[in-house]
């Protein structure tokens, strides 16, 4: 398999780097580097003691992590946590130190929105909360705090399709419908069958019959498949039309990743929107190449010269990339704007490397 940068030459000039540690996240081959063993049983021993009350001793933990490993995001983002209440401005430059590590860890963004919300930064806190359910879609605390939040904040219809979503990808854990009945303004079909899982689950082993969903039907493999080809169908309807807010609900609920959403977008030709969103993954981690390669194409498809422009003039760093589906979308970028030979020699060198 070639190295996409190789031919990201017939776009832009690049500067190579010399040889990352890799790992595999989400299909892709990312820069990755070496833990110590000795900075990996501090942070465990860290963790317990947090969990356990021992905050004081944590903290302790935690720097010492960071004696042997300056460059653990998650290291800085639990002393972040840590020092949220009692020394706010060092907790936000801890959580800044953790961004500019890691800035697509989704706890990161979970503590920062706890951290915010614990601040009475309610805007904030949504902020953070949003972009932990964009990074880890399918993390039940992430969609907690987010509800949480939005119930706060008077938004209602975002908090019942956060809590809806929980329930689709776990309809059996408890949490999920004490956080729908929590929803003010539930309609009162719904708030019943949310209370009547909700007592089942509660009662536990003595109850093994099906629970029930928001039509009253029974909750089997075979409904959830249901619920779920509903709740595409309308993805794609938002999509198209353009209402980015229930869009981000559906993937939510659907378990999707941000950039599993953009390729769709991309694919039912919401470019716009499609660009939003990846505008945004990358000026959180411009050096994440398949957000770049689907930023350059939306922006390519929505005809936006600026952004086209600023993302050729910005190009990632080198890393290796296996997905072919990527592959094939920066190939159609550059047929398109440079030439039918550039691209024909972009796919026989990706052939002949497999």
Not at 346 to 353: G, H, I, P, T, Y
Request: glycine letters at 6%; proline letters at 4%.
């Amino acid at each position: 398999m070639m190295r996409w940068v190789k031919f990201l030459g017939l776009l832009v000039a690049t500067t190579s780097c010399g040889g990352p540690v890799l790992r595999v996240e989400d299909g892709n081959v990312n820069e990755g580097r070496p833990i110590r063993a000795a900075a990996y049983a501090a942070y465990l021993q860290g963790r317990i003691d947090e969990s356990r009350g021992r905050l004081l001793e944590a903290q302790v933990w935690y720097r010492r992590v960071l004696e042997l490993d300056e460059d653990s995001a998650e290291a800085w983002a639990r002393l972040a946590w840590l020092s949220c209440e009692q020394a706010p401005q060092r907790s936000e430059e801890y959580f800044e130190r953790a961004r500019r590590i890691s800035p697509r860890l989704y706890r990161l963004w979970l503590l920062r929105a706890r951290c915010a919300k614990l601040q009475h930064h309610d805007d904030l806190a949504r902020e953070y909360a949003e972009q932990a359910l964009i990074f880890g879609p399918t993390d039940s605390e992430a969609s907690e705090v987010l509800a949480d939040i939005c119930v706060a904040q008077g938004d209602l219809r975002r908090a019942r399709a956060v809590a809806w979503g929980l329930v689709a990808l776990d309809p059996r854990r408890r949490q999920s419908w004490e956080l729908l009945v929590g929803v003010d303004q539930l309609p009162e079909a719904e708030r019943a069958h949310a209370q009547a899982n909700l007592a089942q689950l509660t009662l536990g082993l003595r109850h093994r019959g099906p629970l029930s969903s928001a039509n009253g039907l029974p909750i089997t493999a075979l409904s959830r498949r249901a619920l779920r080809a509903d709740f595409n169908r309308r993805l794609d309807v938002a999509l198209v039309s353009g209402d980015a807010a229930v869009a981000r609900s559906l993937a939510t609920s659907l378990g999707l990743s941000a950039l599993e959403l953009i390729r769709r977008a991309l694919d039912l030709g919401a470019f716009d929107f499609a660009l939003a969103e990846a505008e945004m993954l990358n000026a959180i981690d411009p050096d994440h190449v398949p957000t770049w390669i689907l930023a350059l194409q939306a922006a390519d498809q929505a005809k936006n010269q600026e952004i086209y422009r600023k993302l050729l003039a910005t190009p990632p760093k080198v890393q290796a990339i296996r997905d072919q589906d990527l592959l094939r979308r920066l190939g159609e970028v550059i047929e398109r704007r440079t030439s039918a030979r550039s691209a024909v020699i972009f796919r026989a060198a990706d052939s002949s490397a497999k």
